[in-house]
Protein backbone atom coordinates (compact mmCIF):
# COMPACT_ATOMS: atom_id res chain seq x y z
CA UNK A 1 0.00 0.00 0.00
CA UNK A 2 1.68 3.08 -0.92
CA UNK A 3 0.92 6.57 1.30
CA UNK A 4 -1.35 7.98 -0.89
CA UNK A 5 -3.45 4.87 -0.40
CA UNK A 6 -3.46 4.61 3.12
CA UNK A 7 -7.02 5.75 4.93
CA UNK A 8 -6.25 9.10 6.34
CA UNK A 9 -6.61 9.08 10.07
CA UNK A 10 -8.80 12.01 11.82
CA UNK A 11 -7.88 13.48 15.48
CA UNK A 12 -11.20 11.16 16.80
CA UNK A 13 -8.68 7.95 15.17
CA UNK A 14 -6.11 8.83 17.47
CA UNK A 15 -7.78 10.16 20.30
CA UNK A 16 -9.86 6.75 20.37
CA UNK A 17 -6.76 4.92 19.73
CA UNK A 18 -5.06 6.56 22.86
CA UNK A 19 -8.42 6.40 25.22
CA UNK A 20 -8.51 10.00 25.80
CA UNK A 21 -10.71 12.85 24.78
CA UNK A 22 -10.88 14.69 21.92
CA UNK A 23 -9.82 17.75 23.52
CA UNK A 24 -7.11 15.87 25.25
CA UNK A 25 -5.59 14.78 21.83
CA UNK A 26 -6.09 18.15 20.33
CA UNK A 27 -3.99 19.70 23.17
CA UNK A 28 -1.56 17.81 22.81
CA UNK A 29 -0.83 17.28 18.78
CA UNK A 30 -1.37 21.51 19.02
CA UNK A 31 0.80 22.04 21.79
CA UNK A 32 -1.50 24.31 23.16
CA UNK A 33 -1.81 23.39 26.90
CA UNK A 34 -0.21 21.27 29.53
CA UNK A 35 -1.20 17.58 29.32
CA UNK A 36 0.01 15.13 31.86
CA UNK A 37 2.80 13.08 31.00
CA UNK A 38 1.38 9.56 30.92
CA UNK A 39 -1.61 11.20 28.54
CA UNK A 40 0.62 13.09 26.33
CA UNK A 41 2.82 9.72 26.06
CA UNK A 42 -0.45 7.51 24.90
CA UNK A 43 -1.77 9.91 22.56
CA UNK A 44 1.98 10.39 21.07
CA UNK A 45 2.07 6.98 20.71
CA UNK A 46 -1.29 6.33 19.16
CA UNK A 47 -0.46 9.55 16.70
CA UNK A 48 2.83 7.34 15.49
CA UNK A 49 1.16 3.81 15.07
CA UNK A 50 -1.52 5.52 13.15
CA UNK A 51 0.19 7.58 10.61
CA UNK A 52 -1.78 10.39 12.03
CA UNK A 53 -0.79 13.49 10.17
CA UNK A 54 -3.20 16.90 10.66
CA UNK A 55 -4.87 18.04 7.94
CA UNK A 56 -3.29 17.56 4.12
CA UNK A 57 0.04 18.09 5.92
CA UNK A 58 1.07 15.20 3.62
CA UNK A 59 0.78 15.96 0.42
CA UNK A 60 2.94 19.23 1.86
CA UNK A 61 5.39 17.65 2.71
CA UNK A 62 5.69 15.40 -0.04
CA UNK A 63 5.88 17.98 -2.73
CA UNK A 64 8.13 19.82 -0.72
CA UNK A 65 6.06 23.41 -0.54
CA UNK A 66 7.20 24.46 3.23
CA UNK A 67 9.80 26.43 3.46
CA UNK A 68 10.12 25.67 7.54
CA UNK A 69 13.21 24.07 9.31
CA UNK A 70 12.43 22.73 12.38
CA UNK A 71 15.56 22.29 14.64
CA UNK A 72 15.28 20.85 18.19
CA UNK A 73 18.53 21.26 20.33
CA UNK A 74 19.19 20.45 23.99
CA UNK A 75 19.75 24.10 24.70
CA UNK A 76 20.49 27.29 22.88
CA UNK A 77 21.96 29.06 25.05
CA UNK A 78 24.93 26.71 25.25
CA UNK A 79 27.84 27.97 22.97
CA UNK A 80 28.11 24.46 21.37
CA UNK A 81 24.84 24.72 20.13
CA UNK A 82 24.98 28.06 19.23
CA UNK A 83 27.38 27.69 16.65
CA UNK A 84 26.08 24.72 15.38
CA UNK A 85 22.40 26.61 14.75
CA UNK A 86 24.45 29.22 13.51
CA UNK A 87 25.71 26.84 10.66
CA UNK A 88 22.03 25.78 9.92
CA UNK A 89 20.51 29.07 9.42
CA UNK A 90 23.64 30.28 7.05
CA UNK A 91 22.73 27.13 5.41
CA UNK A 92 18.83 27.78 5.40
CA UNK A 93 18.86 31.96 4.57
CA UNK A 94 21.48 30.44 1.17
CA UNK A 95 18.01 28.64 0.06
CA UNK A 96 15.38 31.09 1.16
CA UNK A 97 14.23 28.72 4.15
CA UNK A 98 12.50 29.79 7.71
CA UNK A 99 14.83 27.89 10.83
CA UNK A 100 12.13 27.25 14.20
CA UNK A 101 14.18 26.59 17.09
CA UNK A 102 13.21 24.80 20.02
CA UNK A 103 15.72 24.03 23.35
CA UNK A 104 14.74 20.71 24.91
CA UNK A 105 16.70 21.19 28.06
CA UNK A 106 17.97 17.38 27.64
CA UNK A 107 14.30 16.28 28.70
CA UNK A 108 13.74 13.76 26.20
CA UNK A 109 9.72 13.60 26.44
CA UNK A 110 9.69 17.24 25.49
CA UNK A 111 12.18 16.14 22.20
CA UNK A 112 9.31 13.93 21.04
CA UNK A 113 6.66 16.48 22.02
CA UNK A 114 8.54 19.08 19.69
CA UNK A 115 9.03 16.99 16.38
CA UNK A 116 5.05 16.25 16.81
CA UNK A 117 4.43 19.89 16.95
CA UNK A 118 6.67 20.47 13.96
CA UNK A 119 4.74 17.72 11.93
CA UNK A 120 1.73 19.51 12.65
CA UNK A 121 3.32 22.97 11.29
CA UNK A 122 4.28 20.85 8.08
CA UNK A 123 8.34 21.38 8.63
CA UNK A 124 9.89 20.43 5.65
CA UNK A 125 12.97 18.71 7.42
CA UNK A 126 13.27 18.51 11.26
CA UNK A 127 17.17 18.48 12.62
CA UNK A 128 18.11 16.92 15.76
CA UNK A 129 21.26 18.94 17.06
CA UNK A 130 22.81 17.11 20.21
CA UNK A 131 23.13 13.76 21.76
CA UNK A 132 20.85 10.70 21.62
CA UNK A 133 19.30 9.08 24.76
CA UNK A 134 21.22 5.73 25.98
CA UNK A 135 17.34 4.97 26.84
CA UNK A 136 15.02 2.52 24.68
CA UNK A 137 11.59 3.34 25.51
CA UNK A 138 12.82 6.70 24.41
CA UNK A 139 14.55 5.58 21.40
CA UNK A 140 10.79 3.35 20.76
CA UNK A 141 9.02 6.63 21.09
CA UNK A 142 11.56 8.79 18.53
CA UNK A 143 10.49 5.85 16.12
CA UNK A 144 6.94 5.99 16.83
CA UNK A 145 6.98 10.13 15.91
CA UNK A 146 9.43 10.16 13.11
CA UNK A 147 8.53 7.59 11.18
CA UNK A 148 5.02 8.27 9.70
CA UNK A 149 6.85 11.91 9.30
CA UNK A 150 9.52 10.20 7.03
CA UNK A 151 6.64 8.06 5.22
CA UNK A 152 5.09 11.24 4.45
CA UNK A 153 7.57 12.56 2.70
CA UNK A 154 9.41 14.73 5.89
CA UNK A 155 13.08 14.49 6.24
CA UNK A 156 15.29 14.72 9.48
CA UNK A 157 19.07 14.55 9.76
CA UNK A 158 20.89 14.53 12.82
CA UNK A 159 24.54 16.11 14.68
CA UNK A 160 25.92 13.52 16.69
CA UNK A 161 25.29 9.74 17.36
CA UNK A 162 21.61 8.78 17.81
CA UNK A 163 22.08 4.98 17.62
CA UNK A 164 18.52 3.75 16.81
CA UNK A 165 17.77 6.22 14.47
CA UNK A 166 18.69 5.34 10.32
CA UNK A 167 18.98 8.85 9.54
CA UNK A 168 21.64 11.13 7.45
CA UNK A 169 23.83 11.84 10.10
CA UNK A 170 27.07 14.17 10.68
CA UNK A 171 28.81 12.44 13.29
CA UNK A 172 31.46 14.42 15.29
CA UNK A 173 34.19 12.35 16.16
CA UNK A 174 34.05 12.41 19.88
CA UNK A 175 35.63 9.08 20.65
CA UNK A 176 38.42 9.54 18.62
CA UNK A 177 38.97 13.02 19.68
CA UNK A 178 39.08 12.22 23.32
CA UNK A 179 41.17 9.18 23.09
CA UNK A 180 43.57 11.57 21.23
CA UNK A 181 43.51 14.67 24.10
CA UNK A 182 44.19 11.83 26.83
CA UNK A 183 47.81 10.78 24.52
CA UNK A 184 48.53 14.18 24.55
CA UNK A 185 48.40 14.95 27.92
CA UNK A 186 50.11 11.36 28.76
CA UNK A 187 52.93 12.77 26.13
CA UNK A 188 53.06 16.07 29.11
CA UNK A 189 54.05 13.42 31.51
CA UNK A 190 50.83 13.17 33.29
CA UNK A 191 49.80 9.88 34.92
CA UNK A 192 46.32 10.94 37.27
CA UNK A 193 43.30 12.45 35.64
CA UNK A 194 40.03 13.13 36.74
CA UNK A 195 37.21 13.48 34.69
CA UNK A 196 34.33 15.52 35.11
CA UNK A 197 30.72 14.08 33.11
CA UNK A 198 27.51 14.90 31.75
CA UNK A 199 24.68 12.82 32.43
CA UNK A 200 25.74 8.94 31.54
CA UNK A 201 22.91 8.51 29.64
CA UNK A 202 23.61 11.13 26.50
CA UNK A 203 25.68 9.20 23.93
CA UNK A 204 28.13 11.98 23.61
CA UNK A 205 28.84 11.72 27.76
CA UNK A 206 29.72 8.11 26.55
CA UNK A 207 31.73 8.42 23.54
CA UNK A 208 34.15 11.63 25.07
CA UNK A 209 34.67 9.48 28.61
CA UNK A 210 34.71 5.61 27.29
CA UNK A 211 37.65 7.69 24.87
CA UNK A 212 39.48 9.20 27.25
CA UNK A 213 39.24 6.26 29.77
CA UNK A 214 40.22 3.90 26.98
CA UNK A 215 43.78 6.06 26.08
CA UNK A 216 44.52 5.90 29.83
CA UNK A 217 43.58 2.31 30.46
CA UNK A 218 45.81 1.54 27.31
CA UNK A 219 48.66 3.65 28.49
CA UNK A 220 48.91 0.86 31.85
CA UNK A 221 47.20 3.52 34.32
CA UNK A 222 43.96 3.36 35.81
CA UNK A 223 41.01 5.79 35.98
CA UNK A 224 39.33 5.67 39.53
CA UNK A 225 36.06 5.99 40.73
CA UNK A 226 36.33 8.80 43.02
CA UNK A 227 38.13 10.33 40.18
CA UNK A 228 34.97 10.69 37.91
CA UNK A 229 32.76 13.02 38.60
CA UNK A 230 29.04 13.33 37.24
CA UNK A 231 27.28 16.97 36.96
CA UNK A 232 24.87 18.17 34.90
CA UNK A 233 26.27 19.35 31.49
CA UNK A 234 26.56 22.44 32.18
CA UNK A 235 29.28 25.48 33.16
CA UNK A 236 26.82 25.50 36.50
CA UNK A 237 27.76 21.41 36.40
CA UNK A 238 31.23 21.72 35.84
CA UNK A 239 31.59 24.23 38.99
CA UNK A 240 29.53 21.69 41.31
CA UNK A 241 31.55 18.48 39.86
CA UNK A 242 34.79 20.43 40.26
CA UNK A 243 34.07 21.54 43.60
CA UNK A 244 33.33 17.71 44.92
CA UNK A 245 36.75 16.82 42.89
CA UNK A 246 38.43 19.19 45.53
CA UNK A 247 36.48 17.74 48.13
CA UNK A 248 37.69 14.59 47.85
CA UNK A 249 40.99 15.61 47.59
CA UNK A 250 44.12 15.13 46.99
CA UNK A 251 44.01 16.53 43.72
CA UNK A 252 45.15 14.84 40.30
CA UNK A 253 47.76 16.41 38.29
CA UNK A 254 44.98 17.26 35.31
CA UNK A 255 41.37 17.15 34.86
CA UNK A 256 39.18 16.51 31.81
CA UNK A 257 35.73 18.31 31.10
CA UNK A 258 33.83 16.45 28.99
CA UNK A 259 32.55 19.45 27.20
CA UNK A 260 34.10 23.12 26.90
CA UNK A 261 31.23 24.67 29.36
CA UNK A 262 31.89 22.09 32.08
CA UNK A 263 35.34 23.16 32.20
CA UNK A 264 34.86 26.50 32.14
CA UNK A 265 32.96 26.33 35.32
CA UNK A 266 35.43 23.85 36.96
CA UNK A 267 38.15 27.05 35.89
CA UNK A 268 35.74 28.99 37.97
CA UNK A 269 35.80 26.52 40.92
CA UNK A 270 39.42 26.16 41.40
CA UNK A 271 39.58 30.16 41.09
CA UNK A 272 37.72 30.15 43.79
CA UNK A 273 39.31 27.64 46.03
CA UNK A 274 43.10 29.00 45.30
CA UNK A 275 43.62 26.32 43.04
CA UNK A 276 46.03 27.43 40.09
CA UNK A 277 45.80 26.23 36.74
CA UNK A 278 47.67 24.95 35.46
CA UNK A 279 50.75 25.22 37.94
CA UNK A 280 48.58 23.07 40.27
CA UNK A 281 46.33 21.37 37.92
CA UNK A 282 46.65 20.99 34.50
CA UNK A 283 42.73 21.28 32.65
CA UNK A 284 41.20 20.19 29.17
CA UNK A 285 38.04 20.33 28.18
CA UNK A 286 35.91 19.46 24.59
CA UNK A 287 34.34 21.64 21.46
CA UNK A 288 36.34 24.64 21.15
CA UNK A 289 33.70 27.30 21.61
CA UNK A 290 34.81 30.64 20.76
CA UNK A 291 34.95 31.95 24.64
CA UNK A 292 37.57 29.05 25.41
CA UNK A 293 40.62 30.86 23.76
CA UNK A 294 39.69 34.07 25.55
CA UNK A 295 39.87 32.53 29.09
CA UNK A 296 42.92 33.03 31.79
CA UNK A 297 44.35 30.67 30.86
CA UNK A 298 43.15 30.17 27.31
CA UNK A 299 41.55 26.39 27.21
CA UNK A 300 43.08 23.23 26.08
CA UNK A 301 40.56 21.45 23.99
CA UNK A 302 39.09 19.30 21.09
CA UNK A 303 38.12 21.77 18.75
CA UNK A 304 34.89 20.58 16.15
CA UNK A 305 34.24 22.65 13.50
CA UNK A 306 30.62 23.58 14.94
CA UNK A 307 29.61 26.08 11.39
CA UNK A 308 30.54 23.56 9.43
CA UNK A 309 28.73 20.73 11.00
CA UNK A 310 25.44 22.79 11.16
CA UNK A 311 25.53 23.84 7.58
CA UNK A 312 26.09 19.90 6.87
CA UNK A 313 23.58 18.48 8.86
CA UNK A 314 21.25 21.20 6.41
CA UNK A 315 22.57 20.35 3.24
CA UNK A 316 21.50 16.72 3.80
CA UNK A 317 18.54 17.61 5.23
CA UNK A 318 17.79 18.79 1.78
CA UNK A 319 19.50 16.89 -0.61
CA UNK A 320 18.12 15.33 -3.57
CA UNK A 321 17.58 11.76 -2.60
CA UNK A 322 19.04 8.77 -5.25
CA UNK A 323 18.57 6.25 -2.87
CA UNK A 324 16.88 5.27 0.72
CA UNK A 325 20.16 4.91 2.06
CA UNK A 326 21.19 7.50 4.87
CA UNK A 327 24.62 9.09 4.82
CA UNK A 328 27.00 9.77 7.62
CA UNK A 329 29.48 12.28 7.74
CA UNK A 330 31.84 12.34 9.86
CA UNK A 331 34.17 15.30 11.30
CA UNK A 332 36.93 14.77 13.13
CA UNK A 333 38.17 16.71 15.62
CA UNK A 334 41.71 18.08 16.06
CA UNK A 335 43.51 18.65 20.02
CA UNK A 336 44.44 22.14 20.82
CA UNK A 337 47.13 22.76 23.43
CA UNK A 338 46.83 26.50 24.79
CA UNK A 339 48.17 27.51 28.18
CA UNK A 340 45.49 25.69 30.68
CA UNK A 341 47.80 22.60 30.68
CA UNK A 342 51.19 21.83 31.08
CA UNK A 343 53.49 19.12 32.76
CA UNK A 344 52.70 17.57 36.01
CA UNK A 345 53.51 19.76 38.74
CA UNK A 346 56.87 18.48 41.37
CA UNK A 347 55.53 16.32 44.12
CA UNK A 348 56.52 18.60 46.46
CA UNK A 349 53.75 21.25 44.90
CA UNK A 350 50.80 19.50 46.50
CA UNK A 351 48.12 22.24 46.94
CA UNK A 352 46.42 23.01 49.21
CA UNK A 353 43.33 24.57 48.01
CA UNK A 354 41.60 27.55 50.32
CA UNK A 355 38.71 29.55 49.03
CA UNK A 356 40.05 33.02 47.76
CA UNK A 357 38.37 36.57 47.29
CA UNK A 358 37.02 37.37 44.33
CA UNK A 359 38.39 39.91 42.22
CA UNK A 360 36.17 42.49 40.15
Not at 24 to 47: I, M
Not at 52 to 81: E, M, R, W
Not at 288 to 301: A, G, H, K
Not at 341 to 349: E, F, K, L, M, N
Request: net charge neutral; hydrophobic share 45%.
Amino acid sequence: MTEADRPHMTLQDVARHAGVSLATASRVLNGTAQVRPDLKERVLAAAGELAYTPNAHAQALASSSSKVIGVICHDVSDPYFASVARGVMRAAADRDLMVMLASTFRDPAREIEYIAMLRAQRARAILLIGSGFEDRDWERSMDNVLEPYRRAGGRVAVVSRHRSLKVDTVLPQNREGAEALARTLLDLGHRDFAVLTGPRELTTVTDRFGGFSAAVTAAGLALPPDRVVEAAFTRDGGYAAATELIRRGPLPTCVFAVTDVMAIGALAAFRDHGVDVPADVSLAGFDDIPIVRDLTPPLTTVALPLDLMGERVMELAVRDLTSNRSRVERMPGEVIVRASTGPPRAHDRIPSPTPVARRS
